[in-house]
């Protein structure tokens, strides 16, 4: 079972900027295409960009232009560089595969506020 452990998140003002980790036990990292999710409060969870196992990525329009996803194969690991935030990308984030590879992890809360 791949366990996936997120970090990084925390209070941060409008127009700031946030590097969440993502690290995933197992070697079917490597070989997956990963995500990573939010889900804002009193709504869904929804997805907010791809990497494909090779680096290329894609994002939601809300974030395209402000987030980047990027992954490290060899650590297990996959980021998300969260620039220019808005109060509206206050959510807690996760990651996973996609499709899911392990169960959800405890996700690392971010909060965008003055």
């Known amino acids: 079972q791949v366990q996936l452990v997120e970090s990084g998140g925390g209070l941060v003002q409008p127009g700031g900027s946030l590097r969440l980790s993502c690290v995933a036990s197992?070697?079917?990292?490597?070989?997956?295409?990963m995500a990573w999710y939010r889900q804002p409060p009193g709504k869904q969870r929804e997805l907010v960009g791809t990497i494909t196992r090779g680096g290329s990525t894609n994002y939601a329009d809300s974030v395209k232009g402000r987030f980047t996803i990027s992954r490290d194969n060899a650590k297990n690991t996959m980021y998300l560089q969260m620039n220019s935030l808005k109060p509206e990308d206050t959510a807690v984030y996760y990651c996973?595969?996609?499709?899911?590879?392990?169960?959800w992890g405890q996700g690392t809360q971010v909060t965008v506020s003055s």
């Open positions: 996973n595969g996609l499709p899911r590879i392990g169960s």
């Open positions: 197992g070697s079917i990292f490597s070989t997956s295409a």
